[in-house]
């Protein structure tokens, strides 16, 4: 059966997904998404806070200034010490939970080598004696599993991981081996679609801008940021740093029927999430761009939930903000989109800027 592509760029979303990318060490990411800018950016430099910078220069001098963001970075873990035995012990980067990811091999960043090790719990056939695991059981403590409660098995001693550079601070990954790309009927799923997918889109945008000739109104940077999951670090940089008041963020979206929203919809349209109210003109229009394209675009007012731009706009570093996002099926799990998500989302962003 043939492999249909819908105009996603397949193999370089799973490029994307395989880079790993944990807040404040982004730099595989932040290189291919430089390596595919540069044919078409007019400016692309990498400033103080890691983010990656593209200038698409506006017809008009005098047009409002657009800056569209989209993060770098994946959620991810953290060593917090080495055990005696070469075990690891976790902080979370990012909101999520060990469910989230799975018991199962993680990258170990090492600052001299990368290695692999194994997220563990413990033997599930155990008594109250192993009370990490037994505090797990639904017919037992009925706890929701925890970071303290998993650990990383490594195969090695202190010595060892401490010649690889591995130590407190290490940033620790989902493995490559389970970032496989996979193709569910319509739909697409893999770890880190958040935000693969939606800076596949800007790549995408800066292409197309290229091609078609067709410049948007006002100067957009196209932003890369860096550090989103752990309060919008690199966003916060970028809004000081660069022009223009106005700030938008694409993002996964969740798709649950508490927002109205589903999967299989159009772009989802922020009016409010955790941090800010987006501005109402801009929703409208970003709703009104999306339904004359015929992409049923979902409004929604969200709640747990955080981006680049409701940051800088609740920092006061924004003074107008929006929210574009793909209708994404669990949102910082095994997240799943529309194979024509990416495309729709590139679209309106397209014509949101032509007309900025």
């Known amino acids: 059966m043939p492999v249909l592509d819908d105009g996603y760029e397949r193999e370089l979303l799973q490029e994307l997904l395989f880079a790993y990318g944990p807040c404040g060490q982004e730099d595989a990411v932040r290189d291919v998404c430089r390596r595919e800018l540069e044919p078409y950016a007019d400016e692309l430099w990498t400033d103080a806070a890691g983010n990656l910078v593209a200038l698409i220069s506006g017809a008009q001098r005098s047009a409002p200034v657009t800056r569209v963001l989209a993060h770098l970075d994946e959620l991810s ?36 080598e990368t290695i692999c090790g194994v997220l563990a719990l413990g033997s599930e056939h155990t008594t109250q004696e192993t009370g990490h695991v037994w505090r797990t059981k639904p017919d037992q403590g009925d706890k929701a599993l925890d970071w303290p409660d998993v650990y990383v098995f490594t195969g090695q001693q202190p010595d060892s991981l401490d010649k690889s550079g591995i130590g407190p601070g290490t940033r620790v990954c989902i493995d490559r081996s389970k970032r496989e790309l996979v193709e569910v009927g319509d739909y697409l799923g893999c770890y880190f679609m958040d935000d693969r997918a939606a800076v596949l889109s800007l790549l995408l945008l800066a292409r197309r801008v290229h091609e078609s000739g067709r410049r948007p109104a006002g100067d957009v940077y196209l932003v890369f940021t860096t550090n989103e999951e752990v309060g919008g670090v690199g966003a916060a940089h970028a809004c ?20 109205g929203t589903t999967v299989t919809g ?49 920092a ?17 799990g095994y997240e799943v989109i529309s194979r024509t998500a990416v495309t729709a989302v590139l679209d309106v962003l397209a014509e949101f800027v032509a007309g900025s």
């Open 77 to 112: 873990m953290l060593v917090k010490r080495v055990e005696p035995d070469g075990t690891l012990r976790l902080t979370p980067l990012g909101t999520m939970y060990p469910a989230n990811f799975g018991l199962g091999p993680v990258a170990v960043l090492g600052d001299n």
């Open 240 to 259: 000081r740093t660069l022009p223009g008041d106005l700030t938008i963020a694409v993002e996964v979206g969740p798709t649950e029927a508490e927002y």
């Open 266 to 314: 159009g772009p989802i349209v922020g009016y409010s999430d955790a941090q800010c109210v987006y501005d109402k003109d801009i929703a409208d229009r970003l709703c009104a761009v999306a339904d004359h394209l015929g992409l049923a675009a979902q409004p929604a007012v969200l709640g747990a939930f955080e981006s680049d731009a409701s940051h800088t706009k609740a």
């Open 316 to 332: 006061g570093l924004s003074p107008k903000a929006g929210l574009l996002c793909l209708p994404t099926l669990s949102t910082h």
